[in-house]
Structures are given as structure tokens and as C-alpha cells.
């Protein structure tokens, strides 16, 4: 197996949130020399000329960028992807009971596949916040790394109909068995509690005040197929695409203005102060050009790479397809095609990855839509109304996207990167 794949079955199994995503994305950055910058201090000691930082927002979102010369003369070059996936999130008062079982109360975040979620080993992690005995607020991030939970289908002799027609309501049918219980109901902060002062021994926790805790699947990312041509894992919607940013933003030349904004909130709109449509991006922009003409400068000569995972050909359900755009695994990124701007992509920027990906011998395909369905979206348009950056979106092809388990190709979560590596590196643009 390459060590970028490994890299990446690794980064996929141990990243089961955002916030988890975010904090080990922060460690390689750091491994390769970038530094922290807060949003809180001032960065003009920073000597921002020149280097290589990054900036978090709500531990689940990033920036990361290398400088080298003035933006308001050469531009970003930006790639973008997404931190989050559907998954089932945990209510607040969590704990049900009901006809001798303690049941996990959840919500559906996002548009997830739910019938997936039936019959898995089900892990738990995610943020809580809490407040010490010397009554600082602090975050941490725990994970209950081993299946604590399951969400048993109805046998098929109760439900003859299941393999016709099986509806799923979300609130009576998902919520997940996490133990017997015959006397006292088990105690939902306790369990954090203790798995917190598992993770953090020590931690004078006064209390537990909130929580964003979510399951997922203990399956570990995997290569799988005749030939271990596949990669199956969940969240490959969107962590194969952060993956390939951060490989990238490391490898490549240290000579271009590079940016890499990963984004929480993408399946539910990137409406927050972390997702796309909210500010992060434009005020690291800012704080990187001295005034609003440098800015719109910088911009004009910047180009955004939007990566996010495309349909791949479902060879089950081709007909689904268009039948002159279907995208093979393995085949190279999809450069993703909308003329209602459902994607960012225009003729100028499809020929600049074209153009970068035949410079470096990569292979690469284009996809549309059948004309009778509809089209899903990614952070590429939100980010170009923002900002005005001429944007393109790509990705990689995969199956089942939504699914707890998806499929991608090994060989493609590759070419991603020496593609987005190119792109940075590209010190002057042929327009
Ligand atoms: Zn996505």
C-alpha cells in the first residue's frame, strides 16, 4: 500500500468528527512546520510576508496557508473542502428507557443514508464542554473508540415487507440500544464524565454543561476488492478530499500564496461562523492584504479549487447516470459541470485543471447531471459568491456517498493529490 493511502485509511479511522478531523489535521500541520495563529491576537508580530500558518474556528474548521509574495501581485492559490458528514448526533437529555432497555436519543444531521446505520458497532465522540473547579469553560474532545452502542433492524418476520418497501421514521426507529437496564437509568454525563477522565486524567471537571456528541462506525477504513483497488470507510464524503489539501499544501513549492479552507456545516448549508457561507475565509484574506484594494486585487489574481466527492457510475443503477457523462472509479477526478451554478465551474477554470493535470500526466474526467434530476451542491458556489474567486469544483468519484460505509478508488485519493499539488505550485497563471 503507498503511504499516502495509508496515511489516509489512518486519518479516516481516527477522525470520527469534525472536531476529531480538525485536531489531527492540525498535528501534520504541525509536524511540517506550520504555526498556529490565533484570530484573538494580533498578527502583525508575525511577519506574515513570509511562512507557513494555520487558524482554527470552532475546532472544526481550518485555514492553513504558505506566503511568499505579495497577494496583491500573484494571488491564492485555494483549495477547499469540507470537515463534516451525515451522521446520528445525540440529544440533549440523551437517555431513554423503555421495555428494559436504555436507548441514545438521536437526531440526523445532514442527508444521511439511514438504512446503513442498522446492524453496525456503533462508537461515540464528539466536543463537550465543561466547566473546571477553578470555573474555566474549557473544551475537550472525547471518543468512546469501541462499540458502545447498536441499532437493531426489525427481524424480516415482523416486517415481511422489509425488502419492498422498508420506511424509516427518525424518530421512533433510530434510537440506539446502549444496555439493559432493569433499575436506575444510566447516567449520560456520567458516561462522559468517566471516558473524559479516561482521555484526560487529572481534569478537575465541576461539571459537564454541554455536549455535541455523535455515533459512528468502529469499522476501520479499510482497501477492499479483488485487486484492494477500493478504499471503504465512512466520511470519505469529505475527509478524502481534506486529506488531499493537507498532502498537498505539505508538498508543495513553498515559491506561491497557497490557501486551504476546510469548512464544518457543509451538509447543512455552510450557514455558521465556520461554515462557508459565514466569514472565516474572507477575514483571514483581509488580515492577509493591508486594505480592502489589496484585497479585491489579491482576489482577482486567485483561482479556488472546490473538492468534494462526485457520483462515480453506480454499475447497478447506470440508468441513473448520464449516459454520456458516467465517472469511473479510478479514472481521475471529475471536474463537476452545472449551468444553473450548482457548481463553480466555468470554461476557464475547467481549462485550468485540465490544463494542470495534463501538465503533470494525470488523468481526469467530466460529469453533469441527467437533465431530468437534480444536482447537489459543495462549498465551490457559496465560497465564489463570497468572495467574487473564480472557482472550479472537482472530486474524486466514490459510491454510496451518504452511506456509514462508502467507496472510493485508492488510486484516485492519489492522483487527487498530485493534482492539487500541481495546482499550488503553479507560480504563474496562463491567463
Ligand atoms: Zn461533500
Given at each position: 500500500?503507498?503511504?499516502?493511502?495509508?496515511?489516509?485509511?489512518?486519518?479516516?479511522?481516527?477522525?470520527?468528527?469534525?472536531?476529531?478531523?480538525?485536531?489531527?489535521?492540525?498535528?501534520?500541520?504541525?509536524?511540517?512546520?506550520?504555526?498556529?495563529?490565533?484570530e484573538?491576537q494580533?498578527?502583525?508580530?508575525?511577519?506574515?510576508?513570509?511562512?507557513?500558518?494555520?487558524?482554527?474556528?470552532?475546532?472544526?474548521?481550518?485555514?492553513a496557508?504558505?506566503?511568499?509574495?505579495?497577494?496583491?501581485?500573484?494571488?491564492?492559490?485555494?483549495?477547499?473542502?469540507?470537515?463534516d458528514?451525515?451522521?446520528?448526533?445525540?440529544?440533549?437529555?440523551?437517555?431513554?428507557?423503555?421495555?428494559?432497555?436504555?436507548?441514545?436519543?438521536?437526531?440526523?444531521?445532514?442527508?444521511?443514508?439511514?438504512?446503513p446505520?442498522?446492524?453496525?458497532?456503533?462508537?461515540?465522540?464528539?466536543?463537550?464542554?465543561?466547566?473546571t473547579?477553578?470555573?474555566?469553560?474549557?473544551?475537550?474532545?472525547?471518543?468512546?473508540?469501541?462499540?458502545?452502542?447498536?441499532?437493531?433492524?426489525?427481524?424480516i418476520?415482523?416486517?415481511?415487507?422489509?425488502?419492498?418497501?422498508?420506511?424509516?421514521?427518525?424518530?421512533?426507529?433510530?434510537?440506539?440500544?446502549?444496555?439493559?437496564?432493569?433499575?436506575?437509568?444510566?447516567?449520560?454525563?456520567?458516561?462522559?464524565?468517566?471516558?473524559?477522565?479516561?482521555?484526560?486524567?487529572?481534569?478537575?471537571?465541576?461539571?459537564?454543561?454541554?455536549?455535541?456528541?455523535?455515533?459512528?462506525?468502529?469499522?476501520?477504513?479499510?482497501?477492499?476488492?479483488?485487486?484492494?483497488?477500493?478504499?471503504?470507510?465512512?466520511?470519505?464524503?469529505?475527509?478524502?478530499?481534506?486529506?488531499?489539501?493537507?498532502?498537498a499544501?505539505?508538498?508543495?513549492?513553498?515559491?506561491?500564496?497557497?490557501?486551504?479552507?476546510?469548512?464544518?456545516?457543509?451538509?447543512?448549508?455552510?450557514?455558521?461562523?465556520?461554515?462557508?457561507?459565514?466569514?472565516?475565509?474572507?477575514?483571514?484574506?483581509?488580515?492577509?492584504?493591508?486594505?480592502?484594494?489589496?484585497?479585491?486585487?489579491?482576489?482577482?489574481?486567485?483561482?479556488?479549487?472546490?473538492?468534494?466527492?462526485a457520483?462515480?457510475?453506480?454499475?447497478?443503477?447506470?440508468?441513473?447516470?448520464?449516459?454520456?457523462?458516467?465517472?469511473?472509479?479510478?479514472?481521475?477526478?471529475?471536474?463537476?459541470?452545472?449551468?444553473?451554478q450548482?457548481?463553480?465551474?466555468?470554461?476557464?477554470?475547467?481549462?485550468?485543471?485540465?490544463?494542470?493535470?495534463?501538465t503533470?500526466?494525470?488523468?481526469?474526467?467530466?460529469?453533469?447531471?441527467?437533465?431530468?434530476?437534480?444536482?447537489?451542491?459543495?462549498?465551490?458556489?457559496?465560497?465564489?459568491?463570497?468572495?467574487?474567486?473564480?472557482?472550479?469544483?472537482?472530486?474524486?468519484?466514490?459510491?454510496?456517498?451518504?452511506?456509514?460505509?462508502?467507496?472510493?478508488?485508492?488510486?484516485?485519493?492519489?492522483?487527487?493529490?498530485?493534482?492539487?499539488?500541481?495546482?499550488?505550485?503553479?507560480?504563474?497563471?496562463?491567463?
Open positions: 500500500m503507498s503511504s499516502s493511502n495509508d496515511r489516509l485509511l489512518r486519518f479516516l479511522s481516527r477522525s470520527p468528527t469534525p472536531f476529531h478531523a480538525v485536531a489531527n489535521i492540525r498535528s501534520r500541520l504541525e509536524t511540517a512546520g506550520f504555526t498556529e495563529l490565533l484573538s494580533s498578527w502583525a508580530s508575525s511577519r506574515l510576508n513570509s511562512g507557513k500558518y494555520y487558524v482554527t474556528r470552532n475546532d472544526s474548521s481550518l485555514i496557508f504558505k506566503i511568499s509574495t505579495p497577494p496583491e501581485e500573484t494571488g491564492f492559490r485555494l483549495v477547499g473542502a469540507h470537515t458528514s451525515p451522521c446520528l448526533k445525540v440529544k440533549p437529555n440523551a437517555i431513554t428507557v423503555n421495555n428494559g432497555y436504555a436507548k441514545l436519543a438521536l437526531e440526523v444531521y445532514g442527508g444521511a443514508l439511514l438504512g446505520w442498522f446492524d453496525r458497532d456503533l462508537g461515540l465522540a464528539g466536543r463537550i464542554t465543561v466547566r473547579q477553578s470555573g474555566n469553560i474549557e473544551n475537550y474532545l472525547v471518543n468512546f473508540d469501541h462499540p458502545i452502542a447498536f441499532i437493531p433492524n426489525l427481524a418476520h415482523l416486517d415481511r415487507k422489509a425488502n419492498e418497501e422498508k420506511s424509516i421514521n427518525k424518530q421512533k426507529h433510530l434510537p440506539a440500544v446502549l444496555c439493559r437496564c432493569d433499575g436506575d437509568n444510566p447516567s449520560f454525563d456520567g458516561l462522559l464524565r468517566a471516558q473524559l477522565l479516561k482521555e484526560q486524567p487529572g481534569l478537575d471537571v465541576d461539571e459537564i454543561l454541554s455536549f455535541e456528541m455523535s455515533l459512528y462506525d468502529c469499522q476501520a477504513a479499510a482497501l477492499v476488492g479483488l485487486h484492494e483497488e477500493f478504499i471503504a470507510s465512512a466520511r470519505l464524503d469529505n475527509l478524502l478530499s481534506c486529506h488531499g489539501g493537507v498532502e499544501i505539505i508538498n508543495s513549492s513553498d515559491n506561491t500564496n497557497q490557501i486551504l479552507v476546510l469548512n464544518d456545516h457543509e451538509e447543512v448549508g455552510s450557514s455558521s461562523t465556520s461554515g462557508a457561507e459565514g466569514p472565516f475565509l474572507l477575514s483571514i484574506i483581509h488580515r492577509l492584504c493591508a486594505g480592502e484594494e489589496n484585497t479585491q486585487r489579491a482576489i482577482s489574481h486567485s483561482m479556488m479549487i472546490s473538492a468534494d466527492n457520483h462515480g457510475v453506480h454499475p447497478n443503477y447506470a440508468d441513473l447516470h448520464e449516459p454520456e457523462h458516467q465517472p469511473l472509479i479510478n479514472n481521475g477526478p471529475v471536474i463537476k459541470l452545472n449551468s444553473n450548482r457548481y463553480a465551474t466555468n470554461s476557464e477554470t475547467e481549462a485550468m485543471f485540465k490544463h494542470i493535470c495534463q503533470h500526466n494525470l488523468p481526469y474526467q467530466v460529469v453533469v447531471v441527467r437533465s431530468d434530476m437534480g444536482c447537489g451542491s459543495t462549498i465551490g458556489p457559496i465560497t465564489a459568491t463570497r468572495l467574487g474567486v473564480r472557482t472550479i469544483d472537482i472530486g474524486v468519484p466514490q459510491l454510496g456517498m451518504h452511506s456509514i460505509r462508502e467507496l472510493a478508488g485508492a488510486e484516485d485519493q492519489q492522483i487527487l493529490v498530485r493534482a492539487l499539488t500541481g495546482f499550488y505550485s503553479v507560480e504563474k497563471w496562463p491567463f
